[in-house]
Structure formats: C-alpha cells, structure tokens
C-alpha cells in the first residue's frame, strides 16, 4: 500500500463515506484506505461504488461498497446495521453525497429588465421541487447518515464526523442560490453537530473545496468541444493559484482533521482548500 500522508494511521478504524462514487469521494476512500481503515462505501449507484471498491482491494486495502440512497431513511438505518456486521462499529463518518439540480439554477448572472417575461430561467422561474431537492440531498443526506452512523460511535474515544462544505458557503456563487444555501446550512450544521456531540468524544469538522473539475460540474466548466466555458475563465481569473484542484489535493486537509494526534483539540471548523479563492478581493 502506498504510504499516507502526514502519517495518520487509520489501522483498525471502520470509516464510512456516502457519495462513494463520485470522484472526490472516491479519492476520500482510496486515502482512507492507505491510511489503514476499513472502508465502506455507500453510494445511490452501487455499481460506481463497487468499482472503487474493488480499486482499493486490489491495492490490498479492506473496503466494501454498499448501494444507499442517503435519503431513504430506512435504508440507511438497514446499511449502517449490516456495515456494523461486515466491519465493524464506524470511527469516521464522511458525509460526501450531496448535489445540485438544473431547475434550481438560473440561466443568467445577474437579472436584467424584460427576464421575467423571455425565455430565460431567470429567479422568477426557480422550480419549487428541483430548490427542495437540492436541499434535500445536501443537508438531509448529511443529517440522515450521521444519526444512523454516530449512534455507533456513542461513547467511544476517537471519532469523527467530516462533512463536505463547499466555497459557496462563505460566498455564493452566481447562478445556484439553492446550492450555496444548502452548503451554507451543512457549515451551520457542522458546528451545531461539533457542539452537540462535544462530550461524547465526537469531533466534527469540514471541508471546502474550492473549484475542482468533477462529472457533475463538467457542464458548466466545460464546452462539448473540450474548450473552457466564459465560467472557467472567471473562476480561473479569481483563483490565485489560477487553476482547478486536483482531488488528491485535499487529502492533506482530509486526514489532518482525522487524525487524533494532530487535531485532537479541533472541532467545529471547515477547513477552505481552494487555491486562494476566499482570500482574493478581485484587485
């Protein structure tokens, strides 16, 4: 197994991520392994999870992927029961599923006069449902899997909870207000839950990445031609570093906050990996 960063060791903990399959999620998982840990990957799709699954096997890793929908209730209270018979009590929960929707995204930047009434999707025209939906799966798919997961870990010495923020929490972006509001309610959510799990020897913590090029945002980052969208160019334009992160770039921030030794005393706090992003004003 390839040696992990800041020498966490993660040798006989069960972590659990949701959102598994997906390409930060899946990093997570492949560090968390090389850390050491068994990992269970949920994940709505359970053949995107199985393949990561099967990557970090092969690696002589220990994982098991498990098909989830983080807002069925039932069902993750019936996965956390089955991962605590396949692996164990979880030590580290990763709350990474989470999302965006099209119907909850406007068309345009800014509004101008005559929107309301074109055939842009201007604010006016925010669908209701696509805005729950939204929410839905950033904030309950966070609180779900941490109520059905953190039972296991009443009372044990050393767990973590690291939930998956977002740079629009801090700032919003344009264009996803339904999105921004959410990551802004997992923030909220992250310190809430740090308090209130202060005495059971629960930390909770975050992360925020900054703009990384992923599958679900290729379509705002990308033209079908492989060329920048006007997009890029702005959040390139704001980024210091003046490119996307690459996801192994956040397994620093990701085993720090994990790691007893080093981060024994931080609980509550999300943690920006973005390049410079929060830090530059524009000029």
Known sequence: METNVLNTDLSGKVAVVTGAGGVLCSEFSKVLARAGARVALLNRTLEKAQRVA???????????????????????????????????????????AGG?????????????????????KSFFDLDEEGVESVFNLNFLGTLIPTQAFARQMLGREGCSILNISSMNAFTPLTKIPAYSGAKAAVTNFTQWLAVHFSRQGIRVNAIAPGFFSTAQNAKLLWNEDGTPTARTGKILAATPMGRFGESKELAGALLFLLNNEAAGFITGVTIPVDGGFSAYSGV
């Open 54 to 96: 099967d990557e970090i096997n092969a690696a002589g890793g220990v994982a098991i992927a498990y098909g989830c929908n983080v807002l069925d209730k039932a069902q993750t209270y019936a996965v956390a029961e089955q991962v605590l018979r396949d692996l164990g009590p979880c030590d580290i929960l990763i709350n990474g």
């Open 100 to 120: 965006n929707n099209p119907s909850a995204t406007t068309d345009k930047e800014y509004y101008e006069d005559g929107d309301i009434d074109s055939d842009t």
